[in-house]
Nanobody, 113 residues
Framework: QVQLVESGGGLVQPGGSLRLSCAASGIIFSINHMGWYRQAPGKQRELVAFIDSGGNTAYVDPVKGRFTISRDNAKNTVYLQMNSLKPEDGGVYYC???????WGQGTQVTVSS
């Protein structure tokens, strides 16, 4: 059974930074692509960043240059470094294993002064 546990969310001022972590178990982590998604209040969940098993990354345009997705296969963990945060970056962030349609419980990010 796949388990994903996100952490690292919180309240941060505009322009600040957060680092999200997602610890995975129940899968062979190194061969799986991973994604970070965001769901803002009243909106659909949307992809924010993606990393494949080879470490190649992709981002949606609004976060390019500010967010960095990375992975540590030895720790079965995927990270999302978020810099220069804006209020519109707020929401619940989820990590996912697309191949298994597995999701974590999410971690709340609030960007506000």
């Amino acid at each position: 059974q796949v388990q994903l546990v996100e952490s690292g969310g919180g309240l941060v001022q505009p322009g600040g930074s957060l680092r999200l972590s997602c610890a995975a178990s129940g899968i062979i982590f190194s061969i799986n692509h991973m994604g970070w998604y965001r769901q803002a209040p009243g909106k659909q969940r949307e992809l924010v960043a993606f990393i494949d098993s080879g470490g190649n990354t992709a981002y949606v345009d609004p976060v390019k240059g500010r967010f960095t997705i990375s992975r540590d296969n030895a720790k079965n963990t995927v990270y999302l470094q978020m810099n220069s945060l804006k209020p519109e970056d707020g929401g619940v962030y989820y990590c996912s294993v697309p191949a298994t349609n597995s999701w974590g419980q999410g971690t709340q990010v609030t960007v506000s002064s």
